[in-house]
């Protein structure tokens, strides 16, 4: 995690100094600014800088403080970074924004740990024991499509009821206390009754838990510009319901290694892109939709399928043709666990 400390005396300081060279031994990248005496800084400006540019923020003080400096800066637990108080005598530590999605809650119990403090966490599940379904998400690195629907599930587990999880990808481990758990094959119908959902479609019931798992194979001809290829497959995946989210590559053969729309399409996204010799392409198992053109200009006959398959995904949705582009699509296999 990127993380900001900040705190307000001499006291404070010392702390938010070890502190910060505890969680950077762990990995994480922090630093200390100082809210008193020589060489201050302003709390406004530090607050609105690290609001945007840090996963967390510390303050080592008054939890008043922090409370006054970041309300003007809250927007919703999605997107909000974990804010975390510290009293400077180093006894509790406070999660007090974005406790599940941002991760206050686990950094305050990681900062107690660190220092010897007790975190004091408020959230209604983690006090009831109970299965907090946003931070399990943000651990198994799903995203939430659907915010507003975690109240259902969380409000439902602590009345007592059972809530059904229903997932495209299998999950390893026991399932949390009052969590019924069922796995249905990718592509195929949700039961009803899901308070939530892995899966790669919009579709899906309840609480839309989102995996980075979709891979999409392309093929098109030379120099495509990128603003065709991604409107082409935005029509794609929005025809077949896949949420844009899942996308976790394209893949092409080695022919389209460097063609330019297709690398910067998959630099926008913020995806992988993967290329196959025709070798590998020609040697991977499945049931393609061959053409006679693609396989005289590539040397094999079908690109978009078989970069999927070639991908370690099992296909979805055959060859298809958008504004002149060719798409597939298939998942990629995910690893989840109900483990700590």
């Not at 931070?135 to 690195?141: D, G, L, M, R, Y």
Request: aromatic letters at 6%.
């Amino acid at each position: 995690m990127k993380i900001g400390i900040i705190a307000f005396t001499e006291r404070g300081a010392a702390l938010a100094g070890s502190i910060r060279a505890a969680l950077v031994q762990e990995g994480d990248a922090a630093g200390v600014a100082k809210g008193f005496g020589e060489g201050k800084i302003s709390l406004a400006a530090w607050t609105k800088e690290q609001f945007t540019a840090s996963d967390a923020l510390i303050f080592v003080g008054a939890t008043g403080i922090a409370v006054r400096a970041v309300a003007p800066h809250l927007q919703s637990k999605a997107v909000d970074p974990a804010v975390v108080s510290v009293d400077e005598g180093g006894s509790w530590v406070v999660p007090l924004v974005s406790g599940h999605i941002g991760g206050a809650n686990d950094l305050a119990r990681r900062i107690a740990g660190l220092i010897g403090a007790e975190a004091i966490v408020t959230t209604a599940t983690d006090v009831n024991g109970l299965w907090a379904v946003d931070s399990w998400a943000v651990k198994q690195e799903l995203a939430v499509a659907n915010i507003g629907s975690i109240k259902k599930v969380s409000g439902s587990l602590l009345a007592g009821k059972e809530v059904l999880l229903a997932s495209e990808f299998p999950i390893s481990g026991n399932p949390p206390s009052q969590v019924r758990f069922v796995q249905v094959e990718p592509g195929t119908e949700f039961p009803d009754d899901a308070y939530a959902s892995v899966s790669v479609r919009t579709s899906a019931p309840g609480l839309r838990l989102v995996p980075r798992a979709l891979a999409v194979g392309i093929g098109c001809r030379k120099g495509t510009p990128f603003e065709r290829i991604d409107a082409a497959c935005n029509e794609f995946l929005k025809l077949h319901e896949f949420d844009g989210r899942s996308l976790a590559q394209v893949a092409s053969i080695d022919l389209k290694e460097h063609e330019p729309g297709i690398v910067a399409f998959s630099e926008h996204r913020g995806i992988l892109f993967k290329t196959f010799s025709a070798d590998v392409l020609n040697a991977v198992a499945g049931d393609f939709a061959p053409s006679a053109f693609v396989s005289s200009v590539t040397g094999t006959d079908n690109v978009c399928e078989r970069s999927v398959v070639a991908s370690g995904g099992k296909v979805l949705v055959h060859k298809e043709v958008h504004d002149g582009i060719t798409f597939s699509a298939g998942v990629l296999p995910v690893e989840l666990t109900f483990s700590s």
